[in-house]
């Protein structure tokens, strides 16, 4: 496990995240870079995509509620964040709905590269082509086997060469070199929409801190799993209205990487 | 009023719920339907409108924030979903706030059939060409004479051959051959912007596992005031703020329908 | 400093109040303008927006995540109410973040007139060719001199003969022959997205119940402050997701203007 303390470097830094982001999560995704001590910007024009992508020191590509629009800026950013060394990560939010979505994923990943590509299974085997349809975009109860889930992360990894954060109740890390397992959490996770796309902006914040993209998506995963886990003792367990709100607090509240043990982290055979 | 436990049945079925949804509301009506059991799917593209719509067990189309774009992807969804035998709620968000709305509702109901129309006594009005002016899309205060409101959903209902939920203090359910009115709810929930949408989108959960949509309608109705009543006794009625998260943690802790006697519900004549 | 009471007059009138708002902030824009007592209305398509800028009490014009449309919507708005005599709010959202934004809002103030600039000191200096680039949207830490952005928001309302509001940990309220400086609020405004974009909601509230912008501006940002001060004392400290929700709670409990002494408003030399 990398031991330099990302979680201080980013309020130490307070890199200018950019996300193209969606209507139903724009507003956590903000708030989660915020209370993380980063600074985010939204944008999502084609106009201004490349400007905006060189102000920035990272992105985040948030597929969902797509548009022609949205993906021709996704482009955009991405060729212009890859030319300039910026890292940038793909969201593919509910990636295996239609085709429509399965294509312009493909076509941007077959124009530039993602430092870290952030999935739930079902996007994953989407993307691979191993499955098209799916429940939902957050595959909630996915109690896949483990085996499963580092295959399906290490075969991204390997076929688009960047790092790859596979979601669920637990996440796996791969490069294709290194690969990592991280454990815990909250149940009520899976019952907050975004709590996906708000890991995905904080990824972005990390990966805007160092070079190492497996290193970022380790500790976004693990800071994330601590707030949630810290945001269900702060809410009592009262709900997921309340455990939302949570989520913001506890992010906000840890200032270092001190307490990042409490999260169970383990290397896996990449 | 029916028997059959719905809120359980929604648990039990995990509905994948497709939303056209607005700007203003997607979150909370993709959190809503997380804290009802059931899945969201929010998607707004015309090119994936036919596959998503075959993918889902109900869609829930959210006029707010219109654009044309939005009209388009409506109406495909609408056809297609009628034409699968799958249940669509409509709402027209402020459809009398310009001539724009009127004619592209109009225009959509005669595209197709929603199972639910889901409307204020303002939009019910615009609707039946009796006004356009309103004050806002939620019309809180309103205190016309239930009469007034039973006509409004029964003529609708005659007039596109679906099923009613006019909202408001009192809510009127009608499908032409049946009406109910409910009572209950918070008076903090004018209060918060989308308690309209996020009932739609419960509607749209519940008339996935039912094929009666006057059945439908009812218990959405009756989830939703009792949600209301809980979350003002959860907050401690501190204020919007408080009481919109607290309506999560209401619909969440909601397993089934032991309470829903705590909302008073009446047979009214059709 | 103005003397009636602003505060209560918006709860009297309840004035519609249209947003042409942007994905992130919608939602807490309109459930900061129910908790004021005001209703809003968002919309943003060219089709109705004459339509509805005659039918709004007043207008906010937020240009967050822009588009081409949501520019050609603006300008119609703007101008339509400046023909009819209706106050309009304008916030140029991360204006200097790109040439694109620049020039939108360059040829949106060359069209029409607002009532009401609203904007932070990085947005006042690239409206007034300062400099462009800027870390983020609401610059958060700033601590320039409060002479340097007493001198900004003067020269702003000079260029475009209006009021203007430029927040801050201080804010500036100025309309060339007027100042003032308002001081308190909470520090975790800052932490919060869209507690700009409120804030010039709440300017359209306020706008629509007094013909001096300067006093409506004023009241707005000391009623802001307020609610950023109770809020922090209402969530107890915990942490920015907790005071979102309870800005909404302070913004509902103040029914008049009898508390805002609590803010140090004082006059500068214009």
Redesign the interface.
């Known amino acids: 496990m990398p031991d330099s303390d990302l979680i201080a470097a980013v309020r130490a830094k ?1 890199p ?1 995240v950019h996300c193209i ?8 995704c ?2 989660i870079l ?2 993380a001590g980063a ?7 084609r ?2 995509m490349a ?2 992508s060189a ?1 920035a020191d990272a992105a985040d590509l948030n597929l ?6 949205k993906y021709a800026a996704a482009r955009i950013c991405l060729e212009e964040s890859n030319r300039l060394g910026k890292p940038v990560v793909l969201d593919p939010v ?1 990636v295996g ?5 399965l294509e312009n994923a493909a076509r941007l990943l077959s124009a530039g590269k993602p430092g870290i590509l952030r999935v739930n299974l079902a996007e994953a085997e989407a993307l691979l082509g191993l499955r098209r ?1 799916e ?4 595959s909630p109860g996915e109690d896949s086997a483990l085996r499963r889930r580092a295959r399906a992360a290490g075969g991204l990894a390997g076929r688009f060469g960047c790092a790859v954060l596979l979601t669920g109740e637990t996440d796996i890390i791969s490069d294709g070199r290194r690969a990592a397992a991280v454990r815990g959490g909250s149940a009520f996770a ?5 709590s996906g796309c708000m890991l995905s902006a904080l990824c972005g914040a990390f990966a805007a801190v160092t070079d190492d993209m497996f290193a970022a998506a380790l500790a976004a995963s693990r800071y994330w799993k601590l707030c949630g886990a810290l945001a269900e003792r ?1 809410c009592s367990a ?5 455990f ?7 992010a ?2 840890l200032k270092d990487s001190s307490r990042l043990e409490e999260v169970r982290a383990e290397r896996l055979e990449a």
Request: glycine residues 10%.
């Open positions: 307070r200018l982001s969606n209507i139903v999560t724009a507003n956590d903000a708030n915020y209370a600074s985010p910007m939204m944008a999502e024009a106009e201004e400007e905006i102000l969902g509620t797509p548009s022609r629009e509910g709905a239609s085709s429509w979505r349809a429940q939902g975009v957050d899976p019952l907050v929409t975004g702060l009262r709900g997921p209205g309340a939302r709100a949570a989520l913001m607090d506890a906000w509240s």
